[in-house]
């Protein structure tokens, strides 16, 4: 069995036991009936259709095989399948940011259970770098939804 990954950042064909983990953080605006925003019909006109559109939704960040971070998003998401998008707070977000730093400073965090720190690190400065960015790029009207895949 054949797998195409469609990602843009891979370029891969798996045969069947090459699979991992991708994991994706979406941020979105929602577009409400009532705003005077011209933004969803000057979409629609860009992608040559007349109804305005709903909401927009961005990649915001992407992860391969980080599963302690995967982990991380599972736990306060209560267990949730995530294999499905789950809507994930800022707040969270900023949490998950902080708990990387202490991580990278040697400081107790939610990573700190034994792992070898050079394992993890490369994972943890991706993930510091990604979160800052889309905490500062998208401002409170979006909204995050994180889902994995294998």
């Known amino acids: 069995m054949f797998f195409i990954c469609d990602h843009p950042d891979c370029n891969h064909t798996f045969k069947g036991v090459i699979m991992g983990l991708d994991m994706y953080l979406s941020a979105k605006k929602y577009f409400y009936s009532t705003d005077d925003d011209p933004l969803p019909t000057k ?74 720190v050079e394992d993890l690190k490369e994972e943890m400065e991706i993930t510091v770098e990604g979160l800052e960015k889309c905490l500062k790029e998208f401002p409170e009207s979006f909204w995050f939804t994180y889902c994995a895949s294998w």
């Open 43 to 116: 979409i629609a006109e860009l992608v040559g259709i007349s109804t305005p559109v709903q909401y927009i939704s961005f990649r915001a960040m992407y992860w391969r095989k980080c599963f302690q971070v995967n982990d991380w998003f599972i736990d306060i998401l209560d267990d949730r399948d995530v294999l499905q998008e789950c809507e994930i707070d800022r707040e969270n977000l900023e949490d998950l940011l902080n708990q990387c730093k202490l991580f990278l400073k040697g400081e107790p965090s939610y990573f700190k259970d034994g792992e070898e």
